[in-house]
């Protein structure tokens, strides 16, 4: 049983205070599960060219690199200031709040971010990692790695949370976690 569905069947319910808004189902819902079945289904897609923020919760592909020391104490797109320490990471396409697990697929190692910055701005690149992600990752050496980017949680431009592909995934804990981060983070940026 995946892990979304023992917290579908388990009852357990994550507070959104949005779930009355527009389609999205509440993140603990079956239809909510199905539809990150489905994500994690598709082929990755690579983005090219021109940012955009894309709110479909699919699984990405491409290159990872990682903050450089001097953007330390930084002001990121979200208004809080880079933390090197922190598991944050910045994506051109998905939406600021996102939680999303980093894969590099060169050793298989994973580590859960959440979206809190723009960039990078590099062609090919998909997202740029605090120094102790990249640690975690082992891109230290390399500068730049190619990666999958599943995204747990994605807010939605009406005020949901969509459960993307590496929902289908993750645990009932995990997607719980996601939910609550993304919801406060969509509070921080409403004041």
Known sequence: ????RALVLSGLVCVAPALGRANVPPPTSLAAKQEADRLDKLPPVTPHGRAHVDVSGRTEKGKASFYGRRFANRKMADGRRMNPAADVAASKTLPLGSVAKITNLDNGKSATVKI???GPFVDGRVVDLAPTVAARLDIGR???VQVEVKPITVPQPEGGVK?????ATASPAEVEQAT???EDLKRTLQR
């Open 142 to 144: 390399q500068g730049a």
């Open 180 to 182: 609550a981060a993304t």
């Open 116 to 118: 809190e910055d723009r």
């Open 163 to 167: 459960l993307g592909s590496g929902a």
């Open 1 to 4: 049983m995946t892990g979304l």
